[in-house]
């Protein structure tokens, strides 16, 4: 019998280290990248959109992963629901823009029409064999929490979506996503591996020396830090700022608004971390001085000093005020290239030039953006180079990487990786 031969991918996992950066074809392989495809955006859990991005009955938003191609749409009874867009009949997709907003969803093909629950109410010279109730769209999974649609493709998805709605579900009511709408949104293409723009977003080692506009809002030694390198006033100012943050979340939880870290790494399938932190400066919000960027809070919240509710998934990265809410989720689009959207939420009564000024709304985070979409692409280019070898991650500024990566070690594993 001849020996079983393990593809080099498969051996770069068997000899990954614990504490280091990935092997390069984890960030150069097409191959690795299609497996990436498969198990981490169709296996998994992803946010794929908000509720605002279809606020009213026929608005279709489409969302392409890989090959595949997804439709959320708002039907006529307000819910939301998510399809395969595949018509029915001969495979042709259905919904060709972005955005549209439709009555029925109609195969620009041979014009077979759905309704908007996904039931084929028309298909032409088909003769009285054919049996309608056969040929609905497809359903993909769905779960919307709070106002963040997640898709899982595959039909098996994991089951632990259940206790993320649960932790998510009492974090996100006080913001009312169903009730804000979008005040900008941006869509940017990142010139790198998507597993180097989460693990950039994972760790703050960088924010210092890479974000003047976010470290406004920062307070004290947010960044990180190694402990033996701190002087006697640093000591005292992180052990002033700890006690603060300290009295500060069990205020806010007192007040009913979860705060404290909950972390789903290794063990979990879905990942999720999230978490209140105290805000810079007034306090309120990301902008620069720290205070509110719009009058008019979210919900039905009256004090604009919640801090910053923070929470990251595989593929996204989200803070929310009391005044408004940043999301941000990502989709591979090749190797080298990642597909980076944002949005900025407020109250769906809240005025541009009222109630808010957009262009102080979005500058942190536009500027944040492309700072790290730069750092991104010269890690890119890094890792392409023959000189590249996995690096040590910092014990005390890049945990959360470390974890990141673990956690997608042990699901490759979970499935099988073989490639």
Known sequence: ???????????????????????????????????????????HWIIAGVTPDI??????????????????????????????????????RLVREETTSVGRLVCPYHQWSYDLTGELVHAAHMGQGLDRSCHALKPVNLR????????????????????????????????????????????????????LSVDNNRECYHCEGSHPELINTFVGLDVGFDPAELG????????????????????????????????????????????????AGAGESHTMDGSAACRKLLGNLSDPKLGDLHLHTHNSWHHFFADHAVLSWLTP???????????????????????????????????????????VEIAQQGVGSVGYEPGPL???????????????????RAHGFDI
Request: proline share 3%; aromatic share 10%; charged share 30%.
């Open 1 to 43: 019998m001849n020996a079983v031969t393990k593809s080099p991918l498969a051996e770069q996992i068997s000899g990954y280290r614990r504490g280091y950066t990935l092997p390069a074809p984890f960030y150069n392989s097409t191959k690795a990248f299609e497996a990436d495809l498969e198990i981490f955006f169709q296996k």
């Open 55 to 92: 606020p009213e009955p026929g608005d279709v938003r489409r969302v392409d992963i890989g090959k595949t191609s997804v439709l959320l749409v708002r039907d006529e009874d307000m819910e939301v629901r998510a399809f395969h867009n595949v018509c029915r009949h001969r495979g042709s």
């Open 144 to 195: 919307v929490i709070g106002g963040i649609i997640f898709i899982c493709i595959a039909e098996d998805a994991p089951k632990d979506i259940e206790e993320v709605a649960r932790v998510l579900g009492e974090r996100l009511a006080p913001f009312d996503l169903d009730n804000a709408r979008i005040a900008h949104e941006q869509t940017i293409i990142e010139a790198g591996n998507w597993k």
């Open 232 to 279: 006697e006033e640093e000591k005292a100012e992180y052990a002033r700022h700890c006690a603060v943050a300290t009295v500060q979340v069990a205020a806010w939880e007192r007040q009913g608004f979860a705060s404290r870290k909950v972390e789903h790494y290794e063990g979990h399938e879905t990942l999720l971390r999230t978490e209140r932190f105290v805000i």
């Open 333 to 375: 689009v090749a190797p080298d290239r990642t597909e980076l959207r944002t949005v900025w939420l407020v109250h769906k009564d809240a005025k541009e030039g009222v109630d808010y000024d957009l262009a102080r709304l979005t500058e942190v985070w536009i500027a944040t953006n492309q700072q790290d979409a730069d750092l």
């Open 394 to 412: 910092s014990e005390f500024c890049e945990g959360a990487v470390d974890r990141n990566i673990a956690w997608y070690i042990e699901r490759l």
